[in-house]
């Protein structure tokens, strides 16, 4: 099946800094998309990016379907943002896959 | 948005006994559900998909006899774990795919989760 892989697997970030998270997968895929995952668990959908580029707010995603890859900016990291990044693919008719997350902590 | 409720969103019960967790959505028709575990500060690890109306397929190393899935409608799933004991504590998520009124993508909805703990 298709493969995930996210990087950094850990970022500690000092707040108002900016990042970029990395997603790799190993196919074509119909869709992607970028999760939030709060410290209950609930899965907040950031974005829906198959391919281009999108922003909402101080986020951005870009996904280049070509080269297999997207990317997650975050800009001006506030401590809200802590939290688990998951990317997801979808390829096929086959359920979200998910990616191993990365583990983001903005401190004050 | 389109929305999936979860019930219980936690739950603590006895080695032995089984536990039911209802998997709703709430203003879409789910041509499809799916269910997740997730262990402490590990990814999300597809369980099974099922269908309405017809058997889940669950994911190998996943024992169905243990993890009762059923999809009485397109909008409730619910899944049984049976005999639990302290390793299927886990966080558990619900999915739930279908065409939303407003949006063009197929896409999958996640539910809230429940917090199982086995004693």
């Known amino acids: 099946g298709i493969q995930v892989e996210q990087s950094p697997p850990d970022l500690i970030l000092q707040e108002g800094a900016n990042s970029t998270l990395r997603c790799n997968f190993s196919?074509?895929?119909?869709?992607l998309q970028w999760f939030h995952q709060n410290p209950w668990g609930q899965l907040i959908n950031l974005f829906y990016?198959?391919?281009g580029t999108k922003q909402n707010g101080r986020l951005s995603a870009t996904t280049v379907a070509t080269e297999r890859y997207s990317l997650l900016y975050i800009s001006s990291s506030q401590t809200t943002d802590s939290g688990v990044y998951f990317c997801?693919?979808?390829?096929?008719?086959?359920?979200?896959?998910f990616g191993k997350g990365t583990r983001l902590s903005v401190i004050a | 948005g389109a929305v999936v409720s979860q019930h219980p969103s936690r739950v603590i019960c006895k080695s032995g006994t089984s536990v039911k967790i209802e998997c709703r959505s709430l203003?879409?028709?789910?041509?499809?559900m799916f269910w997740y575990r997730q262990f402490p500060k590990q990814s999300l690890m597809l369980m099974a998909t099922?269908?309405?109306?017809?058997?889940?397929?669950?994911e190998q190393g996943v024992e169905k006899d243990k993890f009762l899935i059923n999809h009485a409608s397109l909008t409730l799933s619910t899944l049984t774990v049976t005999s639990a004991h302290p390793e299927d504590s886990s966080f558990y998520i619900c999915?739930?795919?279908?065409?939303?009124?407003?949006?063009?993508?197929?896409?999958?909805?996640f539910g809230p989760g429940t917090r199982l703990t086995v004693l």
């Open positions: 999915s739930a795919r279908g065409l939303v009124p407003g949006l063009v993508t197929d896409t999958q909805y």
């Open positions: 990016i198959p391919s």
């Open positions: 099922s269908n309405e109306g017809s058997k889940a397929t669950y």
């Open positions: 203003d879409f028709q789910a041509t499809t």
């Open positions: 997801a693919v979808l390829s096929g008719n086959t359920p979200l896959v």
């Open positions: 196919d074509s895929v119909n869709n």
